[in-house]
Antibody, heavy 120, light 107 residues
């Protein structure tokens, strides 16, 4: 059974960089056709797709965040990561990593999420 | 950006009722529309993919239909455990977007 687990700091100061890692267990991040993504959810609000990546390194970004976001994959560690620069209070959210079996598919496996608070 | 608008925003229902949630897209998403269930404190769970295909392990009382710009999620014979917020999501173009959510309360 595939499992995804987010990790990283739960508190980030304004203007700093948020860095999160998603560790994939029970399967290979290099599996053909699998896409890996980050989605966030501010407290009490809806879901926002941030970025996705294919194991080859092909990336897809939400234009609203593209200038601040980098998604990357480390196949040797079976992990993928998210960096969000110049964070502000509006970036406070639960951050989820997730997988889809192909680019137009739905996200079929999700991590439990990690709450990141932006505050001084 | 394709905007997904769900209706209603909130619905209070009694057990065994049937409910329908609608998701309308601002432009065609073909069949690349998916439905999720999210319970408080949990991550979203995929229910329906590509408009009408049930994801593995999802109870048969959940079904989806539609294509293009209008989609529906139907829950037949609602159970207490179905209390949750339901989201639609399109993946037909960038950026992928989600609907605002429909909260279902069990009376």
């Amino acid at each position: 059974q595939l499992q995804l687990q987010e990790s990283g700091p739960g508190l980030v100061k304004p203007s700093e960089t948020l860095s999160l890692t998603c560790t994939v267990a029970g399967g290979s991040i290099s599996s053909n056709n699998y896409y890996w993504g980050w989605i966030r959810q501010p407290p009490g609000k809806g879901l926002e797709w941030i970025a996705s990546i294919y194991h080859s390194g092909t990336t897809y970004y939400n234009p609203s965040l593209k200038s601040r976001v980098t998604i990357s994959v480390d196949t040797s560690k079976n992990q993928f990561s998210l960096k969000l620069t110049s964070v502000a209070a509006a970036d406070t959210a639960m951050y989820y990593c997730a997988k889809k079996v192909e680019r137009p598919a739905g996200f079929d496996y999700w991590g439990q999420g990690i709450l990141v608070t932006v505050s001084s | 950006e394709i905007v997904l608008t769900q209706s209603p925003d909130f619905q209070s229902v009694t057990p065994k009722e049937k409910i329908t949630i609608t998701c309308r897209a601002s432009q065609s998403v073909g069949s690349s529309l998916h439905w999720y269930q999210q319970k408080p404190g949990q991550s979203p769970k995929l229910l329906i993919k590509y408009g009408s295909q049930s994801f593995s392990g999802v109870p048969s009382r959940f079904s989806g239909s539609g294509s293009g710009t209008e989609f529906t999620l139907t829950i037949n014979s609602l159970e207490a455990e179905d209390a949750a917020t339901y989201y639609c999501h399109h993946s037909s173009s960038l950026p992928q977007t989600f609907g605002q959510g429909t909260k279902v309360e069990i009376k």
